[in-house]
């Protein structure tokens, strides 16, 4: 249950982080998706790092926020090395 839970709140952090993280990467809803299973993971890694807590278990509030902020941790990442740094609006 742990691996399918951690897909389905990856999977909503990761949509929730393309509304976050404004910028061109043009991943599209499915690539934001990848990176928010991949933030979720790393996201509930952190936290269980710094906090001692387990994040790994269920869907409730607590692992969606925390798999938010990993996925926006890992979207901002993947800007910075693809070298899209652009955030906000207007001529660059």
């Known amino acids: 249950m742990g691996i ?24 599209g809803v499915i690539g934001h998706i990848v990176l928010g299973i991949v933030g979720g993971l790393v996201g509930g890694f952190l936290a269980g790092l710094l906090t001692g ?12 926020v925390v798999a938010v902020i990993g996925a926006v941790i890992v979207v901002v990442g993947y800007n910075a090395l693809r070298g899209n740094m652009r955030t906000g609006r207007g001529p660059v």
Request: glycine share 16%; proline share 0%.
């Open 4 to 27: 399918i839970s951690w897909l389905v709140v990856g999977a909503i952090a990761g949509w929730l982080a393309g509304y976050l993280v404004k910028g061109d990467e043009s991943l």
């Open 53 to 64: 807590g387990d994040y790994t278990t269920g869907i409730n509030i607590t692992t969606i």
